[in-house]
């Protein structure tokens, strides 16, 4: 009977992370993934953050195989006659490079390597379809019809996560908290990737495309990203959405690549891959559902990504390296009970990645707003309120409620960050430009903080 | 070919590469489609693997141009939908995922 101390089911960046940590810590550990190479399975929705990985892999950057280094940020809202956007270019990455695109059958097949040269045993090709249970306790897997024993399985197998569903942590998917992307990766020469995008060398742009209608397509929202030499161009929607509204996602996608904007940036490119994928969208995260009797859950299977920000990678490598370090503790207790693997709660408490999660499924409940005036009522009260603040005459009356209607409106709920500087830009410019220069910007710059407080409080 | 507009999903579909498994890693149970009446499996399948035979009256699926996403079983109706993921290596490879 072949036994080790701990199996970890897939070889995700979850996995990756989990399985590398165990290994330096010397603990015997196996890694199954059901493809032929670690990320073949595996669709990328946006940017790669590297800040955990750092903290995991300290050199990374030597040789971790990345397309573009990102510096420009756009978010822009489409509608039938009219982008609005915002693009930001951030320098500050180029010295200390923290956020990347990257090709996840590159990404996760060097991270999976890592952890096996580490010393965990990597067997790829083994889909794991059952779980072995004895008296209510993991303490296996079968795996395209081999057995295999452990102390601790640990579940890192995504979002149709067999070991969740097979221990009972996790047997129910709900759609609505589930979103499904529709991806193709464009081929394009990289100088004219640069130049579409003013970009440099190796340097990348990532855009999120919030539609606000298009070919009476209401709902939805994209994604667009370069690569070395194609940009990846991607369409998102809750599934339940999808099914209550009866639209063809790919179909969404395709008039995403026909609006102007859009159609100008990916103008004679191939393609060269299309892609679907299914992440999970909050709302699914019960901490007491992600430990069992010798069995764990991290990243996707547990539901401990943030989706909404990109966060998912890291939240995957988190979950990982904590899932890791409460085995240690296990191991030195010989003792693999749900009682003892609990501790894993304690030391995802100690990152701030519940936090992170439990933020994003407030997030999806507003944006996923099936039935409530989420997605859609908000999406459109957005989009109305910057498309008049922009054409308003910012002499009249009108200007300053519609500057508060859209501090309140987008700065609170929707990328605070990023949508609170045009307001103040905004002003400058109208300014700058203004005979009564300074007198307007003292009034415009007194009524707009009073109005800002009197809502504030 | 270009990128721009034009290709059909079938099209589309060629680009990727898929490693068949012999064993259907999807089945599905065609007397309960027929009961169906929404079916949103026609419309959630971003590689349009379920069809609708008007004639036979009767739903045509192929498994083996399946994108692993998992879509359709979340959202069947009828819990007509038997999934896993391919065994032994077999399925879909993202090459540029």
């Not at chain 1, 073949?40 to 800040?51: A, C, G, Q, R, T």
């Not at chain 1, 901490?287 to 991290?298: A, S």
């Not at chain 1, 490598?317 to 304690?346: C, P, Q, R």
Request: charged letters at 25%.
């Amino acid at each position: 009977m072949d036994k080790a101390t701990c199996i970890v089911v897939g070889a995700g960046p979850a996995g990756s992370a989990c399985a590398l940590s165990l290994a330096r810590k010397g603990i015997e550990t196996v890694m199954l993934e059901r493809g032929r190479i670690p990320g073949e399975k595996n669709v990328s929705s946006f940017v790669l953050f590297i800040k955990e990985l750092k903290r995991l892999i300290p050199d990374c950057m030597d040789d971790l195989p990345l397309e573009r280094n990102i510096i420009r940020t756009d978010q822009m809202i489409l509608c039938d006659t009219d982008v609005k956007t915002i693009t930001s270019y951030n320098y500050q990455n180029i010295k200390d490079p923290i956020t990347f695109t990257a090709y996840r059958r590159k990404f996760d097949a060097w991270f999976a390597k890592k952890a096996a040269d580490a010393g965990a045993e990597l067997i790829t090709g083994m889909t794991v379809t059952d779980l072995i249970i004895d008296n209510g306790r993991v303490i296996g897997v079968k795996a395209d019809d081999e057995e295999l024993y452990a102390d601790v399985v640990v579940g890192a197998d995504g979002y149709h996560s067999k070991v969740a569903q097979a221990s009972g942590l996790n047997p129910e998917l709900n759609p609505e908290y589930c979103m499904l992307g529709v991806k193709e990766v464009l081929a394009l020469p990289p100088e004219v990737i640069n130049e579409r995008f003013q970009l440099s060398d190796g340097l990348g742009a990532e855009m999120g495309l919030w539609n606000y209608n298009i070919n009476n397509f209401k709902y939805g929202s994209g994604t667009l990203y370069t690569n070395t030499d194609s940009i990846s161009l991607g369409a998102f929607a809750s599934v339940a959405f999808l099914k209550e509204k009866n639209i063809k996602l790919h179909e969404y996608l395709e008039t995403l690549k026909q609006h102007p904007y859009v159609s100008a940036l990916i103008q004679d490119s191939t393609l060269r891959e299309y892609q679907a994928h299914i992440l999970s969208y909050g709302g699914r995260v019960e901490p007491d559902k992600l430990y069992g009797d010798g069995v764990l859950l991290c990243g996707e299977a547990g539901a401990l990504v943030e989706t909404f920000t990109g966060m998912g990678i890291p939240t995957c490598i988190t979950s990982g390296m904590m899932a890791a370090e409460t085995i240690e503790m296990a191991v030195k207790n010989k003792n693999f009970d749900s009682g003892m693997l609990k501790n894993y709660l304690k030391f995802l408490d100690s990152t701030s990645l519940l936090d992170i999660v439990y933020e994003s499924q407030k997030e999806a409940a507003y944006w996923t707003g099936i039935g409530k005036d989420g997605f859609p009522a908000d999406m459109k009260a957005v989009a109305d309120t910057y498309n008049k603040a922009w054409d308003v005459d910012y002499m009249s009356k009108d200007y300053y409620p519609l500057m508060l209607n859209l501090y309140l409106k987008v700065g609170k709920h929707f990328m605070p960050n990023i949508f609170r500087w045009p307001i103040n830009t905004g002003i400058k410019i109208s300014c700058l430009y203004s005979k009564v220069y300074e007198k307007i910007k003292s009034i415009i710059r007194n009524r707009f903080y009073e109005w800002k407080k009197q809502y504030d409080s | 070919m270009s990128g721009k507009n034009n290709m059909t999903v079938d099209e589309k579909m060629a680009t990727v590469k898929i490693k068949i498994d012999k064993d259907p890693h999807i089945t599905v149970n065609y007397e309960l489609c027929k009961k169906c009446t929404t079916r949103p499996c026609l419309i959630i399948c971003t590689a349009e693997n379920y069809k609708w035979d008007e004639k036979k009256d009767d739903l045509i699926f192929n498994y083996e141009g399946c994108l692993e996403c998992g879509a359709c079983r979340l959202i069947c109706p009828e819990g007509a939908i038997d999934w896993s993921y391919p065994k032994q290596g077999c399925g879909v490879k993202f090459r540029f995922g």
